[in-house]
């Protein structure tokens, strides 16, 4: 895995954005200078964000959310197993 996180990522299983792995890692979201934590689905190259609507669900039950456009930027919280064990693996020799 690399660290720069997709252009396009989704928390909702059902997006074809929707990438598990990537998001265990933890995603940073910084939109418009601030830090987000209510990020549902974001687009670095488009320029917005998508955010929960309050607690307000539509019929399946799924958030109703709200586009924000702006300048985002993004990034893991955690680097990649695969290079956290290599670097674990050169400490040890």
Same mark, same amino acid.
């Given at each position: 895995?690399?660290?720069?996180?997709?252009?396009?990522?989704?928390?909702?299983?059902?997006?074809?954005?929707?990438?598990?792995?990537?998001?265990? *890692?933890?995603?940073?979201?910084?939109?418009? +200078?601030? /830090?987000?934590?209510?990020? $549902?689905?974001?687009?670095? =190259?488009?320029?917005?964000?998508?955010?929960?609507?309050?607690?307000?669900?539509?019929?399946?039950? *799924?958030?109703?959310?709200?586009?924000?456009? +702006?300048? /985002?930027?993004?990034?893991? $919280?955690?680097?990649?197993? =695969?290079?956290?064990?290599?670097?674990?693996?050169?400490?040890?020799?």
């Amino acid at each position: 895995m690399s660290d720069t996180p997709p252009d396009r990522l989704s928390i909702n299983p059902d997006s074809p954005h929707f990438d598990q792995p990537l998001l265990e *890692r933890g995603i940073g979201i910084r939109f418009k +200078g601030a /830090v987000r934590n209510d990020v $549902e689905e974001y687009s670095i =190259s488009e320029g917005w964000i998508r955010v929960a609507l309050g607690k307000k669900v539509d019929r399946k039950g *799924r958030p109703l959310t709200l586009k924000l456009v +702006g300048p /985002v930027e993004a990034w893991f $919280e955690r680097p990649a197993e =695969s290079a956290a064990e290599a670097e674990g693996e050169t400490a040890e020799r």
